[in-house]
């Protein structure tokens, strides 16, 4: 058995207020990660931290990029258990992603189509939590996600593998931290 980490977060910038203003949640993000210290985690997101407007698939981090740049972000971290092959299939997913992500796109008007409780489906476009939602169900995670999937239906895992809730730049794993 093998640990992902779900993470939600709330960065308080613009976009992300407008996200929450019409979704009612706490949180407008969701990112993926591969390691406890969330060096390896993924979604998409801002390719630049200064341009909500251009994003992609990242690599994101603590300390880099938008995270780096708004120090107030609030966070959940959430462990998952899985199997090593669930652990390799999410891991394949995110190398498959990361080898094509020029030719993957936000999916900007997706994201918004949630606010009229729509889904939009392109080929290559995602939002964060579609991302999230894709690289479980291809690993056959099965997490009972809704269709039209929000960063905050993430909290389905369950206050039981909630591992840290606090500021995201605060973070650092032990199995005490909430």
């Known amino acids: 058995m093998k640990n ?26 969701s990112s993926i990660s591969l390691d406890s210290e969330l060096k390896q985690m993924y979604s998409f997101g801002r390719k630049n931290p200064y341009n909500p407007f251009w994003g ?24 998952l ?14 190398n498959e992603f990361m080898q094509r992500k020029d030719e993957l796109h936000f999916n900007t008007m997706g994201l918004f189509m949630v606010s009229i409780n ?21 690993a056959n995670i099965n997490l009972d996600l809704p269709e039209i999937i929000r960063p905050e239906c993430f909290k389905v895992i369950g206050e039981e593998h909630l ?16």
């Open 56 to 79: 992609g698939f990242m690599h994101e981090g603590l300390d880099i990029g938008t995270f780096k740049r708004f120090k107030k972000t609030k966070s959940q971290v959430y462990e």
């Open 163 to 178: 591992v840290y809730k606090g500021l995201f730049r605060n973070y650092k794993y032990n199995e005490n931290n909430v």
């Open 4 to 29: 992902v980490y779900i993470v939600l977060t709330n960065t308080g910038t613009v976009l992300s207020k407008i996200v929450r203003s019409y979704t009612k949640d706490e949180f407008a993000h």
């Open 118 to 138: 729509r889904r939009r489906v392109k080929k290559d476009y995602y939002y964060c939590a579609e991302f999230v939602k894709t690289a479980l169900e291809r």
């Open 81 to 94: 258990k899985v199997t090593d092959e669930q652990y390799d299939s999410i891991e394949n997913t995110i």
